[in-house]
Nanobody
Framework: EVQLQASGGGLVQAGGSLRLSCAVS????????IGWFRQAPGKEREGVSC????????HYADVVEGRFTMSSDNAKNTVYLQMNSLKPEDTAVYYC?????????????????????YGQGTQVTVSS
């Protein structure tokens, strides 16, 4: 069973940093695209970052490029999202997600495409 659990959210001032973690089980990174998306109140889901399983390339949404960094520790089955220079508009619930379909989720990171699997999110609030 594919399971993902995000953690590490919290309240931070604008300009600050947070690192989110995602513990995964039930699949290997080699066979799934894995990434992060977010959803703010009243808004649609928004892709944040995504690692393609075909070539391992990490894609970032334009709105976070240069500020967020996605990484993984295969030995710990954990994916991370380091978020720096946070802005109030980054406030949202952040989810980690995985997918093994043919959808070009990573290539279309600036347009949200549904992942097949995701867990409970973690709230990130950035105060101005």
């Amino acid at each position: 069973e594919v399971q993902l659990q995000a953690s590490g959210g919290g309240l931070v001032q604008a300009g600050g940093s947070l690192r989110l973690s995602c513990a995964v089980s039930g699949f290997t990174f080699d066979n799934y695209a894995i990434g992060w998306f977010r959803q703010a109140p009243g808004k649609e889901r928004e892709g944040v970052s995504c690692r393609s399983f075909s070539d391992g390339r990490i894609h970032y949404a334009d709105v976070v490029e240069g500020r967020f960094t996605m990484s993984s520790d295969n030995a710990k089955n954990t994916v991370y999202l380091q978020m720096n220079s946070l802005k109030p508009e980054d406030t949202a619930v952040y989810y980690c997600a995985a997918d093994n379909s043919a959808l070009p989720i990573c290539s279309y990171i600036n347009y949200y495409l549904d992942y097949g699997y995701y867990g409970q999110g973690t709230q990130v609030t950035v105060s101005s």
